[in-house]
């Protein structure tokens, strides 16, 4: 059996793992002051914790992650860098546990498992929560916490489509 891991990049994103067994947590951040004069923070991805968390869950298995396309916007310059930092974050703990990966638009996980004519975040969000818990009742309160069970949802349209 294949495992897929479904990530919904950035800081504030997610990551499952189904595999038989179903994992869902927050990436693992920390925050501290930016690399700039002017007093202001970052919030970075925990790498080492991050790897050791993808080490313990795919040790020794087939494993695909499917990382949703992050937002790079040049008129969303501050949230353009904490996305492609994020990225880079990511990129290099999957590469240190050699999992293969492949970015995949949310529009694909949506569309298939997103009830059509949803407008908007909130609605987006609203649906992605209820639809998760649906289907993992069992992490109903990780995901309401979270506010999103978008890594579910794409970890759950991989295993559908058999990627």
């Not at 298939?112 to 109903?140: M, N, Q, Y």
Request: aromatic content about 6%; some cysteine; proline content about 4%.
């Amino acid at each position: 059996m294949k495992a897929h891991i479904g990530i919904d990049n950035g800081i504030t994103g997610s990551l499952a793992y189904i595999n038989g067994k179903v994992r869902f947590i927050s990436i693992p951040t920390r925050s501290e002051q930016s690399y700039t004069k002017k007093k202001q923070n970052i919030t970075r991805i925990m790498v080492p914790e991050l790897i050791n968390i993808l080490r313990d869950w795919c040790d020794g298995k087939s494993v695909r992650a499917f990382i949703e396309r992050p937002f790079l916007n040049p008129q969303g310059i501050k949230a353009s860098i904490s996305a492609a930092r994020a990225l880079e974050a990511m990129l290099i703990a999957l590469e240190e546990c050699g999992i293969s990966y492949e970015y995949i638009d949310s529009k694909s996980w949506q569309h298939a498992l997103l009830p059509a004519g949803l407008k908007g975040t909130a609605e987006l969000k609203r649906a992605s929560v209820d639809i998760a818990c649906r289907l993992f009742p069992e992490h109903t309160e990780a995901i309401r916490k979270h506010k999103d069970g978008d890594s579910l949802l794409i970890a759950e349209w991989a295993r559908r489509n058999q990627i």
